[in-house]
């Protein structure tokens, strides 16, 4: 069974950085993609970042290229979003996703109904 736990949200002043983790198991396939989206009430979720496993390839949404950045560590199996120069509008709930037996220009799309497994989410408010 597949889980994913993140953890790190929190608050944080404009300007700031805060790191994610998300703790996965379960997951035996390398060809993963793991991501990060977010949500705020009364929107979409939107993927954020997104890495293809075997190959470590990463992929950003616009609004955070940049200032985003997504690692993993393969030996905790987990997964990370470096998160600087944060701003108000990242205020969001984040979650972590994956997506089994996938390829790369999948991954890249970031697209929300491709993913098969999610977290329970964690909090990141930007605030002065």
């Known amino acids: 069974e597949v889980q994913l736990v993140e953890s790190g949200g929190g608050l944080v002043q404009p300007g700031g950085t805060l790191r994610l983790s998300c703790a996965a198991s379960?997951?035996?396939?390398?060809?993963?993609?793991m991501a990060w989206f977010r949500q705020t009430p009364g929107k979409e979720r939107e993927g954020v970042a997104a890495?293809?496993?075997?190959?470590?390839?990463?992929y950003y949404a616009d609004s955070v290229r940049g200032r985003f950045f997504i690692s993993q560590d393969t030996a905790k199996s987990t997964l990370y979003l470096q998160m600087n120069s944060l701003k108000p509008g990242d205020t969001a709930i984040y979650y972590c996703?994956?997506?089994?037996?996938?390829?790369?220009?999948?991954?890249?799309?970031?697209?929300?109904?491709?993913?098969?497994?999610w977290g329970q989410g964690t909090q990141v408010t930007v605030s002065s």
């Open positions: 379960g997951i035996s396939s390398i060809r993963t993609c």
């Open positions: 890495m293809y496993t075997d190959s470590r390839t990463s």
């Open positions: 996703a994956a997506d089994l037996d996938t390829s790369p220009g999948i991954c890249s799309l970031l697209r929300r109904n491709q993913y098969d497994y």
